[in-house]
Antibody, heavy 116, light 111 residues
Framework: QVHLQESGPGLVKPSETLSLTCAVS????????WGWIRQPPEKGLEWIGY???????NYNPSLKSRVSISIDASKNQFSLNLRSVTAAETAVYYC??????????WGQGILVTVSS | QSALTQPASVSGSPGQSITISCTGT?????????VSWYQQHPGKAPKLMIY???SRPSGVSNRLSGSKSGNTASLTISGLQAEDEADYYC???????????FGTGTKVTVL
């Protein structure tokens, strides 16, 4: 059973960089696609992007200029960096495993508040 | 890429059946058999309930079933139970500039 766990700061200042890490256990990160999804309070889900274990990435075009996802196979984890954040990007951020056309494993989520 | 359209809310009494629709286009729902459904209880992460239109992951109740006709996918919950009260989101693979799109979400209420 694959388990995902997000970690990182719960508070980020506007215009700064949001950085989160997802630790993968119960399976190897050296396969499949690993990604991030976010959900603003009381709103729906938004796909942010994914990374393949080989390093290939794909990002939501609306975030592409500010987002990067990287992978550290030695630690079995992957990370999200989102630059120049605004208050509107306050959300719960989930890390997920992407298998085919679905997201089959989800982390518990981490609330990131963007505020000064 | 616009979000897939779902009804804001659906309700039913215990034991009844309800159906949630998820309407997209030929570039997403209608073009691929990669429609998934997720259940989300308050304060919890979404949980995969249906993938590839109609397949259920191990451990998911067979009271849930998925189908698709044209550009609209559907999730049916039969024998409605109190534990089914939650938000439900559909998602689909797309051929547009972003590979995945979610539905607007549906709140299911058990009366």
């Amino acid at each position: 059973q694959v388990h995902l766990q997000e970690s990182g700061p719960g508070l980020v200042k506007p215009s700064e960089t949001l950085s989160l890490t997802c630790a993968v256990s119960g399976g190897s990160i050296n396969s499949d696609y690993w990604g991030w999804i976010r959900q603003p309070p009381e709103k729906g889900l938004e796909w942010i992007g994914y990374i393949y274990y080989s390093g290939t990435t794909n990002y939501n075009p609306s975030l592409k200029s500010r987002v990067s996802i990287s992978i550290d196979a030695s630690k079995n984890q992957f990370s999200l960096n989102l630059r120049s954040v605004t208050a509107a990007e306050t959300a719960v951020y989930y890390c997920v495993r992407t298998a085919g056309g679905t997201f089959d494993y989800w982390g518990q989520g981490i609330l990131v508040t963007v505020s000064s | 890429q616009s979000a897939l359209t779902q009804p804001a809310s659906v309700s039913g009494s215990p034991g009844q059946s309800i159906t949630i629709s998820c309407t997209g286009t030929s570039s997403d729902v209608g073009g691929y058999n990669y429609v998934s459904w997720y259940q989300q209880h308050p304060g919890k992460a979404p949980k995969l309930m249906i993938y590839d239109v109609s397949s259920r992951p191990s451990g998911v109740s067979n009271r849930l079933s998925g189908s698709k006709s044209g550009n609209t996918a559907s999730l049916t919950i039969s024998g409605l139970q109190a534990e089914d009260e939650a938000d439900y989101y559909c998602s689909s693979y797309t051929s547009t500039n972003t590979p995945y799109v979610f539905g607007t979400g549906t709140k299911v209420t058990v009366l």
